[in-house]
Each structure stands twice: as structure tokens, then as C-alpha cells.
């Protein structure tokens, strides 16, 4: 039972003092063999969007197989409810909130991480392992916003933050530039095209989605939505792009593009211990899958992109398996955050999502503080070590890096990861509680025990209307039992204003180790 806020509140006496930071739970790191590690970071992909986590709509085997013969768990979280706020938390065990700077990154943004900062990928580098970057980085690249030479090499990139290896989209589908970026360089170049991009103004000649609909051959944005600048393959995105040529991706091979560098990299590596982050390109918008999976889920494109986001899985479960490797790798699979329906491009994913629950019996989505932002599907495997079965543990992303460096017997240097706790425990289910309590962020606050949510008032808007989303943004305080109330409809903070009381001054006490005005 999670009633530490409750108690810590009645005995009137200091929840930090008494523990609530996170205390580890023994680890018994000397006794387990390296794995190697593969981190599959789904994007947008909602708590209801598969069918072990009960989707009925939709099937996704080859997740569920994974679940089957590993630990899924319930209770989950991401530390933001957008893309770039919740990697940067996941990289570097430090809460994206405490800096000013990690908002949704455009496709220019210099790289957010700094050189000097420490991410789990240094931790396994530092054990010994292979580590690699494939797919959605969204962290920024290069020094300065804007900076970049898309035509040389791209510095400071993913090498100088732990990456041996890096195959990246720099942002999202849907931001310029639209090429990959092998090892801080654009992949196939094209001498003849060189590329320029820019987040201010467009450049001369090139076509805008904004001016000529009729370029958009394969999807259109959603009306006063935005993404309707360059036009890349058919499709208009966010900023400005010219040139690239044969480097230009095909919106409909991102996800066979990524599934065959994964496999690549572990075929190159499979007698050495590895890490491998897989960020999904699947199932932001632009969704626009391979033919072979149009159609198949009846959903239109956000469905047939689950379908392919579950291929993706399935291609890396059957190279591990080829390679005599699928006992000692652990992977965990998991989304960045919430779902959402509509998020700017007309895919009919509204029209035709028929009685499916992307967020399954939560509240809200991506971008919102209630429990569908940031409560996100959460697989371990790891067939050497694991027990299948379900964990309702409390668990976040932020726990990922000090949960890894104690898997491989690292130390985080003082100073490094600090949000971060040792949570193996929790992630290898021998500890069936996990966290004390989780931050997480959208607009507002929230600080959860597991049982009690509370979330700080926000003056932002409380619904996006072009989403359909509730951000549970709200000028008041709020406070639901999770327990009873997952859908958080029942605001109790008047009713027990004791527990609100202490679930604030665990919010505050987090705040006040460090946060930037903003
Ligand atoms: C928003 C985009 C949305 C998506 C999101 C980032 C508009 C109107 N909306 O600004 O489509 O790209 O940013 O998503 O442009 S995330 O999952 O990468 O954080
Ligand atoms: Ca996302």
C-alpha cells in the first residue's frame, strides 16, 4: 500500500526526512551476467493502443508475446506528456522541468544535452558495452539553433553524449530537416542538393503546403493546425527545408529504415555486450505507413501504424533470436508519452477510430498532466532473469539511467542523474512497490504516491480543442484517488486538504533542488 504521503501528512513530520526520496532496494548487481540492453521508445503511443494493455480494436502480437514472456506493468510513467521534455529525462535521470530549455525541439535546435552531461548511454559505454541510436531523437543537434551544416558533419552530436553509433531523425516526421543523419552526417548525401534549413523564413522558389494544396499528394495538414511549410515527399511539415535530393526519406519506409538498422546493429554486435536506444518513428504524425500495413487495422493510418509499430518490435525479438541472443538481452519497450487522435494532419484518425480507447480507461493524453499523458505502456524482458507476469510497481523513466548504471555495476558520478533512483528491483519485479512518489509535468504539476494525485493549479488552457484533449490544466488544486478514481473525475482536494497539503510540499521540496524561472 502506498499511503506514505498519508502517513508522513498525519504524523505531521518530513516526507524527504522520512525517506521519501527513494531509498534503493537491494540489488543483487554482482549477481547478474550483462545483459545486453534495448531501449524501443515508441512515440505518441497511448496506455490503450495494444492489445496486452487491453485494446480489443486492435492486435499487436508481437508486443503481446513480449509481455507474455516479460514483466508489464501498470503503473508507469513518463516525466512529461511531449517528446522532447520526456527523452531528455529518460537520457539523463534529471527532470526536464529544471531547465528552461526543453520544450518540444524544433528540427534546428542545438542539441539539448550538453556534452559535459552524463546520459545512460555513457553509463553502459563506461561498463564496456556497443551503444547505438536509431530512429526519433528530437534532442537537438549540433551547437547553437540554427548553426548546423547540414552538408558537413553535425557537432556536438550523439557521439559526444555516449553514442558510439547514431541513425537519427533530428526531431519528428513532421519538422524539417527530412533526411537521416548517420553519425553526424546526412546519410545518401546528395551532392547535388545540398540542404538549408530554417525555423524563420522560408526560402525563395520552394513550394509552401500553405500556398499549394495540390502538392500534397499523401496527406494534408488539419485546417489552422499548422504544418504547412516545406513540403517533403508529398507531405507539408513544420519549417523551412531546400534541397536533399536522394537524401529525403519516404514518409512510407521510416519504419523499414529503422527496423533495418536495429537489426544491423545487432548482428554487428552480438558477441559483444550492447545498448541500443530504437525511438519509433511510429505513431507521430505524419502517419503514413508502408502499403503492407495500410488498411490492415480498419483504423485508418494511426491504427495500420500501430500494426507497423509492432512489426518493428517483432523484426528486433527475431534478430535476437537468430543471433543466439534473445535470453540475455533485456528490453524495455515503452512511449514517450500519451496519445492523441488528431494532431494535425487529416488521417481520418478521428473518423474511423470507431470504440477503440487510445488511452484506455484514463483521462486525457498527450499533452495533459492527467494520468493518460504520462501513464505509458511499460514492458522489461529479459528471458534470463525476469519472471513474467504484471507489476503494478510505481515506476518512471527518470529511474531508467541509476536503474541501468546498477544493472552494470556503475556509480553515477556526484552530481550526475540526481533525479534518478536504483529501481533494478522494481524493473526486474522482486520489488512490487517501486517509487515513493513520481513528478511529472505537462503545463501543470503533478506529484503521484500511486494512490494520490495531486495536481498544482495552472492557468493555461484547461481543453486544446484542435486535440480534443483535457490538459487538466485548472485554475484550482486537485487531488484524485487513483485507486478508486483512475479516471480522475472526482476531485477530493477540498475534502482531505491534509493530504493535499503534504503532497505539495513533496512538489515544492523537488522544486526548490533546482528549477529555472520559466
Ligand atoms: C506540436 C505539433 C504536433 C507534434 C508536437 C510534438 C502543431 C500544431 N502541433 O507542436 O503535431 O509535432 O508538436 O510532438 O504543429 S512530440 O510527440 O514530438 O512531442
Ligand atoms: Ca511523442
Given at each position: 500500500m502506498k499511503t506514505k504521503v498519508l502517513l508522513g501528512c498525519s504524523l505531521g513530520g518530513s516526507l524527504l526526512a522520512a525517506g521519501c526520496a527513494g531509498t534503493p532496494k537491494t540489488a543483487d548487481a554482482e549477481m547478474l551476467q550483462k545483459p545486453n540492453v534495448i531501449f524501443i521508445v515508441a512515440d505518441d503511443l497511448g496506455y490503450g493502443d495494444m492489445s496486452c494493455y487491453g485494446a480489443k480494436a486492435i492486435s499487436t502480437p508481437h508486443v503481446d508475446s513480449l509481455a507474455a514472456n516479460g514483466l508489464r506493468f501498470t503503473d508507469a510513467h513518463s516525466v512529461a506528456a511531449t517528446s522532447t521534455p520526456s527523452r531528455y529525462s529518460l537520457f539523463t535521470g534529471h527532470y526536464s522541468w529544471r531547465r528552461n530549455d526543453t520544450g518540444i525541439a524544433t528540427g534546428d535546435a542545438g542539441m539539448i544535452i550538453r556534452p559535459e552531461q552524463r546520459t545512460v548511454a555513457d553509463v553502459f559505454k563506461a561498463a564496456g558495452y556497443a551503444t547505438g541510436a536509431i530512429g526519433k531523437w528530437h534532442l537537438g543537434m549540433g551547437d547553437k539553433a540554427g548553426t548546423q551544416d547540414w552538408n558537413g558533419t553535425i557537432t556536438p552530436g550523439p557521439q559526444d553524449i555516449g553514442f558510439d553509433y547514431s541513425y537519427l531523425m533530428a526531431a519528428t516526421g513532421d519538422r524539417v530537416p527530412c533526411v537521416w543523419i548517420e553519425n553526424q552526417q546526412v546519410a545518401n548525401y546528395d551532392e547535388n542538393a545540398p540542404i538549408y534549413v530554417s525555423y524563420k523564413e522560408p526560402f525563395p522558389g520552394e513550394p509552401l503546403g500553405k500556398d499549394h494544396p495540390e502538392l500534397l499528394t499523401k496527406l494534408k495538414p488539419t485546417p489552422k493546425?499548422?504544418?504547412?511549410?516545406?513540403?517533403?515527399n508529398g507531405i507539408s511539415r513544420i519549417g523551412y527545408m531546400k534541397g536533399g535530393g536522394k537524401a529525403l526519406w519516404q514518409d512510407e519506409h521510416i519504419a523499414d529504415t529503422i527496423?533495418?538498422?536495429?537489426?544491423?546493429f545487432i548482428e554487428q554486435h552480438k558477441d559483444s555486450a550492447f545498448f541500443l536506444y530504437?525511438?519509433?518513428?511510429?505513431?507521430?504524425?505524419?502517419?503514413?505507413?508502408?502499403p503492407r500495413f495500410v488498411g490492415k487495422s480498419g483504423m485508418g493510418y494511426r491504427g495500420d501504424a500501430i500494426l507497423q509499430f509492432d512489426w518493428t518490435v517483432g523484426e528486433i525479438m527475431k534478430a535476437l533470436r537468430q543471433q543466439g541472443i534473445a535470453d540475455n538481452t533485456m528490453i524495455v519497450l515503452t512511449s514517450d508519452n500519451g496519445p492523441v487522435v488528431n494532431d494535425g494532419y487529416l488521417d481520418q484518425a478521428v473518423e474511423l477510430l470507431g470504440n477503440h480507447r487510445p488511452w484506455g480507461e484514463l483521462r486525457g493524453g498527450k499533452y495533459s498532466i492527467f494520468e493518460a499523458g504520462t501513464r505509458v505502456p511499460f514492458i522489461v524482458s529479459w528471458p534470463a532473469k525476469v519472471t513474467p507476469g504484471v507489476s503494478d510497481a510505481l515506476v518512471s523513466h527518470i529511474d531508467l539511467f541509476a536503474s541501468m548504471a546498477g544493472l552494470v555495476g556503475e556509480k553515477p558520478d556526484e552530481?550526475?542523474?540526481?533525479?534518478?533512483?536504483?529501481?533494478?528491483?522494481?524493473?526486474?519485479?522482486?520489488?512490487?512497490?517501486?517509487?515513493?512518489?513520481?513528478?511529472?509535468?505537462?503545463?501543470?504539476?503533478?506529484?503521484?504516491?500511486?494512490?494520490?494525485?495531486?495536481?498544482?493549479?495552472?492557468?493555461?488552457?484547461?481543453?486544446y480543442a484542435i486535440t480534443r484533449t483535457e490538459t487538466g490544466n485548472s485554475k484550482e488544486e486537485q487531488l484524485y484517488n487513483l485507486r478508486e478514481d483512475l479516471g480522475e473525475k472526482n476531485n477530493l482536494a477540498a475534502k482531505y486538504p491534509k493530504i493535499v497539503e503534504a503532497m505539495k510540499e513533496l512538489l515544492e521540496q523537488e522544486k526548490a533542488k533546482g528549477f529555472p524561472e520559466r
Open positions: 493546425h499548422g504544418h504547412n511549410q516545406a513540403i517533403v527496423a533495418a538498422k536495429a537489426v544491423q530504437v525511438g519509433t518513428n511510429d505513431i507521430h504524425v505524419p502517419r503514413y505507413p508502408h552530481g550526475v542523474a540526481v533525479d534518478s533512483r536504483n529501481q533494478l528491483p522494481a524493473l526486474l519485479g522482486e520489488d512490487k512497490e517501486g517509487r515513493d512518489y513520481i513528478v511529472e509535468v505537462a503545463q501543470a504539476f503533478s506529484v503521484s504516491d500511486g494512490e494520490w494525485k495531486y495536481i498544482a493549479p495552472c492557468k493555461r488552457t484547461p481543453y
